[in-house]
């Protein structure tokens, strides 16, 4: 993976506006790329390319922590010997009560190393966020931001890198002629939550054109009349995926008899063979 870092130390010379050009480019020259915007005190990558809003996933993420403190557990005068332990000024006593300003307070633990009530205990606050989405130019765009006032923005920075290596890992790794997204609910019976269209879009998106979603199989309706088709269907299947006797007749709601019969026809003509994954038995396709 090739990562061109656009970086500057004045605000204002025009990085978002290169790097959203060089990425909308590099897509175009049919380049797989994945855009990160690493800015989090000011993220604008997805204003350039007018992608506002409507993104795929939103995390919350938590980068830093700040004291809790319990007054339970102080009192007035040993409240008064936490506060100087502060170097941000962010401890202050008020009505005998030891109190954080939060928006001062750069969470490094001292108070909590410094009390010697054991009355501070640092805490992880969800502070930032991280967001992705497909773009229209088909490329992903992650970007993240740290909430206002909170501190942490070099772990927001790693977090956004981690989710853009994903991706990246996901394009490098597989580079087929023709990607199959097989997504029939499995084991036979067992609701899954399958992704949504969107998911499923982007994702094909994202392993570029050769990908296409195998989502539908011939399914016979309850009751329905001799199975013309079933030898076929049950072939269709099995040359998609390996299957069960019960994930063929949930599948194909057909009766589980006639489906045995089929898979005897194959059998015995070698077209398919039997195999067994943890005490389970699946047909599968005879290469
Ligand atoms: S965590 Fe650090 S900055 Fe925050 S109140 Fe305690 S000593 Fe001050």
Redesign the pocket.
Known sequence: MKKIAIISGKGGVGKSMLASSLAILFSQDKHKIVAVDCDVDAPNLAVWLNEIGNWDEKRKISVSE??LIDNNKINSAQAQKCVP????K??IVENEKLK?NYF?????????FFCPQGA?K?KAVKNGEIKIKNTKYNFPLVSGHLFPGETGSGKVVSEIKQQAEKFKKIIDKINPDEIQLNLPIRPSGVKLSLPSRKTIEMVSKILGKNAKAVVKFSIKKKGGKAYGNLKKDIFNFLKVRPATLEDLTSSLNANSTEIVKQLYWFLERKKIKESRSKGTKYFVIND
């Open positions: 700040k004291p332990k502060c170097k941000f962010a401890l954080l001062l307070c750069e969470g490094c633990g001292a108070c909590e501070i640092m």
